[in-house]
């Protein structure tokens, strides 16, 4: 995006994981245990933020996602929906590292999905850059 400045690029080591809905029951809310578990684990990596943007800045986030391949799958790429992907790294980011008020301040997101290429490691990487 022309006027965009890469502000920083976030690496997580773990295997991504779409976001769930939350599940709603006479007991309470809740989410997927594999959901809850990616987000602690998430949270222990990022720690707090040493970056702050006004609430009315603009942001254009990318995010990528590389998933493992089943031994036994015969798709060509990850079977879980891109954008869901995108919200739960965009959920930790938000909750964790306080750098934007709200991820309402995304005006663009590019997020892409794949397998992991033989030897790689799965992951997530996050690059976010504010619009000038």
């Known amino acids: 995006m022309e006027g965009a400045t890469l502000v920083a690029s976030i690496h997580l080591p773990l295997e991504p994981v779409p976001a769930s809905r ?11 245990k594999t959901y809850t578990a990616w987000m602690a684990k ?8 040493n970056l702050t943007f006004h609430a009315k ?3 254009f986030v990318v995010v990528e ?5 089943a031994r036994t799958s015969k798709l060509t790429y990850p079977r879980y929906d891109v954008d869901n992907s995108a919200k739960a790294v965009l959920d930790i980011v938000t ?3 306080g750098w934007w008020h709200d991820d ?6 590019t997020s892409s999905k794949r397998f992991a ?6 992951h997530s990487n996050v690059h976010i850059y504010r619009c000038d």
Do not use: C, F, H, M
Not at 22 to 32: D, L, M, N, S
Not at 104 to 109: E, K
Not at 117 to 122: F, I, L, M, Q
């Open 57 to 59: 800045t603009p942001l």
């Open 22 to 32: 939350p599940r709603v029951t006479t007991y309470g809310t809740y989410y997927q």
């Open 65 to 69: 996602s590389v998933s493992t391949k």
């Open 95 to 97: 909750k964790v590292t």
């Open 42 to 49: 998430a949270k222990k990596l990022l720690g707090a933020g």
């Open 104 to 109: 309402d301040q995304i005006i663009l997101l």
């Open 117 to 122: 290429a033989k030897g790689e490691a799965a």
